[in-house]
């Protein structure tokens, strides 16, 4: 029987609830325990979402817990990190791995062995790195020791390749692949909520990323077109009481519902008729590719992966402006005949994006690089 690999992931939080966490969930869960000794190590515990994770799967102590570590510790972590990564291997790893794999950009690549054969697996784009020096210089050194480095949209790849043209021979594509049977399963949950107009659905963090204020404007410019609609907006965050006020101030309130984060939000999906997502960065908007499985046409800001997603428009809809989005939104409510063509060219469309074509592209990106010198 051939020996087990040991596989490391270093991700930046595994707690977070967000869309990276999810979709390493459902590639270690996915990956055979009789091949493979899996270990998770987060950079940043903050306890908001357990992610469902396999017996076999070790989830190691994480290098900062929030929700009981000071600044002190946060900061020297955070230098050593950026400069003497080698103390907190040994203080946080007790043993040697076969494949090691950052699943975010900067600070999971700093982590990595500088000798060993290593992964960056990257999920939005890093365009915003042309305007940050420092971390521009961090990231360029980090990427240099990479075997590979794995980009899920091609909006991602171009913008590695921007930035980085010289890593081009070790950056590749694998797509985001996504556990429909376990979204038929928990889409079953009974939810109290009443919903009487046509609904778009947001659903992620409150930050800036995000962009939910743009949202705001959108629909204070919408509902002076038509007032047939409304906006669930799911998740937390850091900007979730400047959201509350400008929906306030704005009197949005019975335009714009605030359900909290959930746990399950699939239940929500299926009650929406339609996902709207305004970021300003993306990888491969999990969001939207699971309102796809349900049936759910989508409108969005042009963000990585959008445009796989979207399929040349049979699927979606890509908004570059306030004017494009109000305009999308109001064909989506009214043109019935759109609406249920975008939906069920999304239920087919999706399908592709199985999870088994994901685990055999990561195995045989494993292969390439057990089969290169050594570096």
Known sequence: MAKKKKLLFVIWSYTYGGGAEAILSNL????????????????????????????????????????????????TVKILLEHFPSILRKIYLKKEYDYEIAFNMLIPTYFLS?????????????????????????????????????????????????????????????????????????????????????TFLYAGRFEERKNPFYLIDIVKDLKEVTKDFEVWMIGHGELENAVKEKIKENNLEQYIKLLGFKTNPYPYFQKSDAIIMTSLSEGFPTVIAEGLFLGKPFITTPVGGSTELANGGKCGIIAANKDEFIKGMQRLIKEKNYYQKLSQNGKEYIKQFTYQKQIKKFENLLEDINNEKVK
């Open 114 to 198: 500088k000798k060993g054969k290593t992964i960056a697996w990257i999920h939005s784009d890093i365009y915003f790195l042309k305007n940050e020096f420092y971390q521009f210089h961090l990231q360029k050194k980090a990427f240099k020791h990479l075997n590979r480095i794995v980009a899920i949209s091609e909006n991602t790849y171009n913008s590695i390749l921007e930035l980085y043209p010289e890593y081009k021979d070790k950056t590749v594509i694998i797509n985001n692949s996504f556990d429909f049977n376990k979204i038929e399963e928990k889409v079953k949950e009974k939810v109290t909520i009443k919903k009487n107009k046509f």
């Open 28 to 75: 270690v869960n996915r990956l055979d325990p009789a091949k493979y000794e899996i270990d998770i190590l987060e950079y940043w515990h903050s306890n908001i979402k357990k992610e469902e994770t396999n017996a076999n799967i070790n989830i190691l102590k994480p290098i900062i817990d929030s929700t009981k570590d000071g600044h002190l510790k946060m900061w």
